[in-house]
């Protein structure tokens, strides 16, 4: 093996990852459909192959000579059922067939509702939505395929993300900072009124290359760094616009616009079953991985500021 760290996924997570990789000057193989850098060329020391990663032989020829391997897949959420399985039995098969630490980006779907207390990595899995439990189904292969001795898997997960490249996708990403750099209507899920945890998306990319560097993240699930503070979602766009030095409004979505919305498109319906988050505080601890690997989350106004800078 070399030091070579193969990410399968060019989204917004695979690309904060290889970042934090290319920083550490690692080398980075990226793995996707197209074979293309999404924002123009890839950086130096940077490959982007092209193919499925359904297809378990193609995976393993990706991964061929990689140290680390890790899976920064993300299907569209009415695809999930169909592509995410399968998917992971490819980079799962890659990792196998070369030695390399598997990595695994997940969310914290698998907890379901967190019932008044911060969610940690001890927190039991309750899911209650059919996404949660896909996602506890793939984490138990992951556990068993690493207690079994066919492959080393670490697993890092995140709240619901925000930062540069979050876009339509990010519950606090364009309704959120297009409207502010406008001067308009910031339009936040559920209520804005409750505490939630959203992780910056470059501290999610430096929390997974820790884990894919450090031996002493082997074989556990960490959640990724979070703020210790966290605020509510109308404090934080509420900075925003402070920041971006416009005024606007705020406002919530009511899970029935969702609903209302779904009747059309497939993606927003799969987003009604998760407006639990949005309906309670919603806190997700990352305690282990800072006090233990020494990785911090940037602190909220700081996240803020550079995500306005990538939205001008």
């Not at 996240?303 to 306005?308: E, G, K, N, R, S």
Request: glycine fraction near 10%; charged fraction near 20%.
């Amino acid at each position: 093996m070399s030091d070579l760290h193969v990410i399968f996924g060019t989204g917004p997570v695979a690309r904060a990852t290889m970042h934090s990789l290319r920083r550490r000057d690692l080398p980075v193989r990226m793995v996707n459909r197209s074979g293309r850098y999404p924002a123009g060329d890839a950086p130096a020391g940077v490959e982007v192959l092209a193919g499925d990663a359904r297809d378990e032989e193609f995976a393993r020829r990706a991964a061929a000579g990689a140290s680390v391997v890790y899976q920064c897949l993300n299907p569209e959420y009415h695809e999930w059922t169909e592509l995410f399985p399968a998917l992971q039995n490819g980079v799962l098969a890659a990792a196998e067939s070369t030695g390399a630490l598997l990595v695994s980006m997940e969310n914290v779907y698998g907890y379901g509702r967190p019932d008044g207390s911060p969610l940690t990595e001890q927190s039991p899995l309750n899911a209650h939505t059919r996404k949660g439990r896909l996602r506890n189904g793939m984490a138990e292969q992951l556990r068993e395929a690493h207690e079994s001795g066919r492959v080393r898997v670490t697993t890092g997960r995140a709240s619901d993300y925000f930062g540069p490249g979050g876009g339509i996708a990010s519950p606090f990403g364009d309704l959120v900072f297009d409207a502010v750099l406008a001067g308009g209507t910031a339009r936040l899920y559920g209520s804005p009124d409750f505490v939630h945890s959203y992780t910056f998306i470059p501290d999610i990319g430096e929390g997974l290359a820790v884990l894919g560097t450090d031996p002493r993240a082997v074989g556990r699930v960490w959640h990724l760094p979070n703020d210790p503070h966290p605020q509510t979602s109308r404090q934080m766009a509420q900075t925003a616009f402070r920041l971006a030095g416009t005024t606007g409004k705020i406002a919530g979505t009511p899970t029935w616009i969702f609903r209302l919305l779904g009747l059309r498109d497939r993606t927003i319906r799969e987003v009604v079953e998760m407006a639990y988050e949005f309906e309670t505080d919603f806190i997700v601890d990352s305690t282990a991985i800072a006090a233990e690997l020494d990785v911090h989350a940037t602190p909220i106004d700081e996240a803020i500021a550079m995500t306005l800078a990538s939205y001008r």
